[in-house]
């Protein structure tokens, strides 16, 4: 069973920094592409960032595009998105995701390409 932990959320000012991380476990981490996702409320679950298996490859949303980076360690089954320059529009409960299939990035901001979604975790950023 696929288990996805993200941490690293919580409470900052607009301008700040925060960086999230994803541990996962019960899957060959390096075979699968990542995603980022968010979702706030009375909103549907929007894509952030995706990462290549071997972390070559990286897409992001407009909205993020030169603030957040995604990054991972395999060596370590962990996922990261260091967020900068935070805005109020940037609060969301984060979440991240395998894709469904090994080896792709076909329809990397498609949810429905991804599976074993974690908990999440809140990220407020005050204006």
């Known amino acids: 069973q696929v288990q996805l932990v993200e941490s690293g959320g919580g409470l900052v000012q607009a301008g700040g920094s925060l960086r999230l991380s994803c541990a996962a476990s019960g899957r060959t981490f390096s075979s699968y592409a990542m995603g980022w996702f968010r979702q706030a409320p009375g909103k549907e679950r929007e894509f952030v960032a995706a990462?290549?298996?071997?972390?070559?490859?990286?897409y992001y949303a407009d909205s993020v595009k030169g603030r957040f980076t995604i990054s991972r360690d395999n060596a370590k089954n962990t996922v990261y998105l260091q967020m900068n320059s935070l805005k109020p529009e940037d609060t969301a409960v984060y979440f991240c995701?395998?894709?469904?299939?090994?080896?792709?990035?076909?329809?990397?901001?498609?949810?429905?390409?991804?599976?074993?979604w974690g908990q999440g975790t809140q990220v407020t950023v005050s204006s």
């Open positions: 995701a395998p894709k469904r299939v090994a080896y792709s990035l076909i329809g990397y901001a498609q949810p429905r390409t991804y599976d074993y």
């Open positions: 990462i290549s298996w071997t972390g070559t490859i990286t």
